[in-house]
């Protein structure tokens, strides 16, 4: 705090290092001492500029309501010797900008009027003043500009993510539309040449399997819709699991599709892995996902690879790994989003699905304290590795660690 006047004369004259000791002291003279605790408004926007204040202790943050906006922006922080309120000097006019005190705070503060009697009186003073006071107010306008050129670039950000948004859902209306209406048609018309009763015999035996499938295809849909819905109103079940037991299990399930009855999947599982507390449902689905992932995303016979093993003691990892088509680079950030759709351009093959399969899987392994990273190459495959805690997972609120550096495949 200021106790004599040489520590004023002091603060003024860091504030203005340009004025002589006698413009010091003139000022000085014209000068009153205020008093702010932590919290408190010294000037705020809007108002009209009547008092040129000058920081001699404490710290304050500049903030302001920029381009119209309903929240207050930080600008800048400082601290003493700093002056401000300069507007009032100048000119008549509002406050551009709200100053608060962001500790106990004094100031050296000079009335208008009494200002422009003292300038008068000393127009070398006035010059002087006017000089770093418009320099002053250049660099601050920089200040905003540069502030609103990052605003104006972050809601451009925004507006761009919502726009893809937008194109996300429009596009999941049409697959959703696309991957009912398929089997609804099949069904439709094997129901229909049934009651008809020209289907008999062997014929017969097929259009019922061909119903059943089709069934069997929009069941899966709708559930993976449902599971998007709840998952997030829901916590997992944990229980003590075999993660051999529980992948093998994913796979079977994802090999009872008629599509991939023919595929070639190899396992390598770890013998020692322990048990582990999952919800196995969750777990179990997130794996079918992955797994199911692979092989649609696989051409042909192309070979899928699983493995299961236990990098770290901490973590047990599962990768599930194609020679697939693979994902390009601008789009791996979005492939966990829901509804994230991708056709392959070079044969313009439009996969089928709802995108929603990887972001249902991310959320349950996510859920249990682990993440999947993924690794892939534009027409030569792709991995994604699921490292899960090899312990309970803590409670979200004390969090978990982070998994290790990524496997080489």
Known sequence: MIAVNSE????????????????????????????YPAGAVICRQGEWASVFYVLCAGDVTVTSVLGGGEWETVLHRASAPYYFGELALLGDGVRSATIRAATTCETLEIEKQTFRRLANNNPGLRQELFRQLSQRMQTNDRLI??????????????YENLARQDRMRSEFITNLSHELRTPLTAIQGFTHL???????????????EAIARNVDKMTWLVNSLLVLYEMQLTAPRLSPTNLNDLLTAALNEALTSPEYADRVVSVALAPDLPSV??????????????????????????PVLIRASRPEAAWLTIEVIDEGVGIPVEMQGQIFEPFFHWSHSDDQRLFSGLGVGLSIADYIIHSHGGRIELESDPGRGSTF?????????????????????????
């Open 8 to 35: 004023r004369l002091d603060m003024l004259q860091q504030a203005f290092p340009s004025l002589n000791e006698r413009e010091i002291r003139d000022l000085d003279s014209a000068a009153q001492v205020g008093h």
């Open 145 to 158: 500009i540069d502030q609103l050129n990052r605003q104006n670039a972050a809601l451009q950000a925004a």
């Open 194 to 208: 049934i009651k008809l009763g020209v289907v008999r015999g062997e014929a017969l035996q097929e259009g019922v």
């Open 277 to 302: 507390f999952l919800d196995v449902a969750g777990v179990t689905l997130a794996l079918r996902l992955l797994i199911d992932n692979a092989l649609k995303f696989s051409p042909g016979r192309a």
């Open 385 to 409: 590795r699921v490292f899960l805690p090899a312990a309970a997972p803590a409670p979200l609120s004390q969090g978990t660690p982070s998994p290790p550096n990524p496997l080489t495949a």
